[in-house]
């Protein structure tokens, strides 16, 4: 016998009033297009021959508030994801600002894409952030 519709795997989401703060796979393949299927921090293509896993890091954590939007995500590789929690997680939640702890990380690496360069030099989501 069939499932009824409503609880059929496919069955059409009734609307919540919580956040998202996991990134759909659409919201992420849309993502990972735009960059190229490239890992924003050491530039690493993802190809079928290497296999690499692509990421969406939320810049501003979902434990301080945040969210599942493309501004608050930055594609990179599980490595580089691994490595961003490592610098940034030590820091702490309170009274901080992780746009620019990410920056001050990122900026370090080597091999930092120039479409991340761009993104991270601007001001503006700073300036978003503080307010």
């Known amino acids: 016998m069939a499932k009824p519709r409503h609880l059929r795997k496919h069955a059409i989401k009734v609307a919540s009033a919580e956040p998202d703060v996991k990134y759909s796979k659409c919201l992420r393949k849309a993502m990972y297009r ?30 301080a508030g945040g969210m599942a939007t493309r501004e608050n995500g930055l594609v990179c590789c599980k490595e580089c994801h691994l490595s961003i929690h490592k610098h940034v997680d030590p820091l702490g939640d309170v009274e901080r600002n992780f746009w620019i702890d990410l920056k001050d990380y990122l900026f370090t690496l080597p091999d930092l894409t120039q479409a991340c360069k761009a993104r991270f030099s601007s001001d503006k989501e700073y300036i978003k952030e503080a307010a």
């Open 34 to 63: 735009q960059v190229s299927n490239i890992c924003q921090c050491c530039g690493t293509p993802r190809t079928q021959a290497n296999g690499l896993v692509l990421t969406v890091h939320h810049i501003r954590p979902v434990r």
